[in-house]
């Protein structure tokens, strides 16, 4: 795929091209899944809804805030894009059937930089078997990018963030704590750093969600569910609030993650738990089960529900300053 980025010729600006132009080019690199009826080029896209309702779900992003064009590739852009919204439908125990993209850009923008946005986009769909089905092009001081990923719940009921109770299990399916060691790392901005730990600071730049936890979670009869983009104790306090329970994590079941990180962590001087703990951007899932239930591929039991006040909590380890992100504060 960088080969293919790579090979693209110089293109002009957006502004020299025109927004109809960099809009054919960019439709001309989306090829349409067998979900779609009406691809991109007339009012509106025609995708299937085999199960008759339809998972919606929107993510914005943001140069500065959620990615720097000099430390991310477009195409690492366009990956990261398409990740985060369908590791959303993915929480909600469904199966993505379409993503729309809506993109501002500055008039300086190269084409290029458009065309391999594209390309990422169409290359993490395409882990999902699912096509960009059409978007929308403005002019702005900054790239900002809008994805909505669409979904099916194949029959299931939608497994939400309320549904936890005392008894349950805590899962995880992913790793945690890689995406802000890379933030930590591309922070520093030093080269020699970035090399050691390239894994690291990959994982940053593209996530790779564990996809199809969500519809086997889902299957399997989980009772709450969501991926991981701010950090792991804030998004579960979502669950622990939804659903009116505590959740104890245990600290032995997360240290495999830690330890992936402690060379990276020691070196830069930081907290690797503040990492796992704290840290977004992975979209790992990460949900309740009741006990005994059986554990699809890939998920392992972090914790317990318990009744009580509705918290998370990790006996033997030190709360962190920060238990996710907001991007106010
Ligand atoms: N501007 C908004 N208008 C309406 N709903 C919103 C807005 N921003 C967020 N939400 C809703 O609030 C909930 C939490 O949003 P968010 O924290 O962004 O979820 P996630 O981390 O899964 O992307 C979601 O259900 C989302 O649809
Ligand atoms: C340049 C840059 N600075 C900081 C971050 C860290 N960061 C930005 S957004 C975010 C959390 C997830 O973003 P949000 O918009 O809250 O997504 P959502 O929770 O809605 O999926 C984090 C950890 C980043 N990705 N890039
Ligand atoms: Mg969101
Ligand atoms: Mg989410
Ligand atoms: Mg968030």
Redesign the pocket.
């Known amino acids: 795929m960088d080969a293919e980025v790579q090979a693209t010729p110089t293109t002009p600006t957006v502004r020299e091209a025109g927004e109809f132009a960099v809009v054919a080019a960019v439709t001309a690199r989306l090829p349409q899944s067998a979900l779609v009826l009406l691809g991109p080029g007339d009012d509106a896209a025609v995708v299937r809804a085999p199960d008759g309702r339809v998972v919606v779900t929107t993510?914005?992003?943001v140069e500065?805030?959620?990615?720097?064009r000099d430390?991310s590739s477009a195409l690492e852009v366009g990956r990261k894009a398409a990740a985060?919204n369908l590791a959303?439908v993915a929480a909600m125990g469904a199966v993505p059937t379409s993503v729309v993209v809506g993109l501002a850009a500055p008039a300086d923008l190269p084409v290029a930089w458009a065309e391999s946005l594209a390309d990422g986009l169409r290359t993490e769909c395409a882990v999902v078997s699912v096509s960009v089905v059409g978007g929308d092009m403005t002019r702005a001081g900054q790239v900002v990018i809008s994805v909505t990923a669409l979904g099916d719940l194949e029959g299931r009921d939608p497994v939400t963030r309320s549904g936890a109770r005392p008894g349950d299990l805590v899962v995880v399916a992913g790793r945690l704590g890689r995406?802000?060691a890379g933030?930590a790392l591309?922070?520093r901005g030093d080269a020699g750093l970035l090399q050691r730990h390239a894994e690291l600071a990959a994982a940053?730049r593209v996530p790779a969600p564990p996809y199809a936890a969500g519809p086997a979670l889902a299957r399997a009869g989980a009772s709450a569910l969501l991926?991981t983009?701010?950090?792991l104790l804030q998004d579960l306090g979502h669950v622990a609030r939804g659903s009116g329970v505590r959740l104890e994590l245990d600290a032995a079941a997360l240290e495999d993650d830690v330890r992936a990180l402690a060379a990276c962590a020691e070196e830069l001087g930081e907290d690797p738990w503040a990492w796992v703990l704290g840290?977004?951007?992975d979209?790992a899932l990460a949900g309740c089960v009741p006990a005994g239930t059986a554990l699809p591929p890939g998920v392992r039991v972090v914790g317990r529900v318990v009744a009580g006040s509705p918290e998370v909590v990790v006996p033997g380890v030190a709360r962190p300053g920060s238990t996710g992100?907001d991007?106010y504060r």
């Open positions: 993510d914005v992003l500065g805030v959620h990615f720097r430390w985060q959303d995406s802000a933030l591309h922070l940053h991926d983009s701010d950090g840290g977004g951007e979209h992100w991007s």
